[in-house]
């Protein structure tokens, strides 16, 4: 399993997390909001090939 | 290996920093900047009304009382009355701002305010001329409370966005 990958997503949501409460005491939603939908964004973007990968030991578990 | 890494995420994480304090600190430079002119224009007032000299000596010596932004103006527009070339107080005060506003952080609006003072700037007598510079103190200081509160918000934002700026890039190269 891909350590790194954990990390570097923990990583990310903390900052993201501090950056959103950061622009909200700033009275600035809209901007927190984007931030949060990129963080997901970017993470899911980072998964992805996680599942993918997932998805192919799937299919070859089950192709007899 | 290692050791590189750790350097090239520190340098980015600090010149982020630098970037977000400095972004923060032209909201701390403008309300500074206007708080000059404000003093300026209030010594000029003095000046106007209880010195009783030429224009350009009345700027020259409300200039002296502070250095900054707003003595610059006004040294400038005497400068500019005092070279005789046949400008009116109006056109100098106007340029005079025109050039000296590209080295601040002043928004169009504070600008716009200053500007407006051309209008009565040796055009009509002591007591107009003294009722536009107290409505245009009023309103640099209406521009002022604006400047604090943005200040109060603004500063700290740019300096928490930078350094979390930074660190979201190095975790994203990484």
Redesign the interface.
Known sequence: MNL?IIL?IA??SM??A??HT??E????KELAQMVVLGGVI?VVWLIIGLVAELFDTVQTLFRF | MLQGLFLGSLLVIGSASVLGWQLGDRYRKRRQQLEDIRLALQVLITEIEYGQVPLPEALQQAAKVRPGIGSKVLFKTADILLEKTGQTPRDAWKEALNQEATNTVLHTEDIDILLGLSVSLGASNTKDQLRYFKLTIQRLERMIEEASMAEA??V??FR??GV?GG??LV??S?
């Open positions: 790194e570097q990583g990310i900052v993201v501090i950056l950061v622009l005491g700033a009275n600035k970017v | 918000s603004g700290r934002l928490y966005l979390l660190i979201l975790l994203l990484i």
